[in-house]
């Protein structure tokens, strides 16, 4: 007698999407720590170093150059979610690290989108995130 997977999910959710590691960015950022800028120049499609970006101008409070940093990491993040056979929703997993650069980005936005006013778009980033990866919004203070 077969013996029934307890943890497999009947309603057919999408695997988890796992974007690849962007390894000279990502060393790039570790080594120049105080210069994102230079790193998103160089590697503009790295959503970590636009999420380092909003992080920093939020900290700054400049929430309207936060929300611009954090679109452009989430729409890079867009991308690369698509050609990594995401199909516009399952889980994006905290824990694999490349995905950190897009769920910063997206909780960045949510977090611009409050600050200036645009109420709509914070819920739906932050209900995107808390779909996206639980223990992001957690890790995140979402």
Avoid at 25 to 38: G, V
Avoid at 57 to 73: E, M, N
Avoid at 104 to 123: C, Y
Wanted: glycine residues 8%; contains cysteine.
């Amino acid at each position: 007698m077969d013996r029934m997977d307890l943890h497999k999910n009947l309603l057919g959710e999408p695997p988890s999407t796992r974007l690849p590691d962007h390894t000279e960015a990502r060393e790039a950022l570790a080594a120049s720590p105080d210069d994102p800028a230079a790193v998103a120049a160089r590697f503009p499609t790295y959503s970590a170093a636009w999420a380092t970006l909003a992080e920093r101008a939020f900290a700054a409070g400049d929430p309207v150059a936060t929300y611009a940093y954090a679109r452009t990491g989430y729409h890079r993040g867009l991308d690369q979610l698509r050609r990594s056979g995401w199909k516009g929703h399952g889980p994006v997993p905290w824990e694999h690290e490349p995905n950190r650069g897009f769920l910063r980005s997206l909780h960045m936005l949510a977090t611009a989108a409050d600050a200036i006013g645009e109420k709509e778009e914070a819920e739906r980033c932050s209900t995107f995130l808390r779909d996206s990866s639980a223990t992001a919004a957690d890790e995140l203070g979402a």
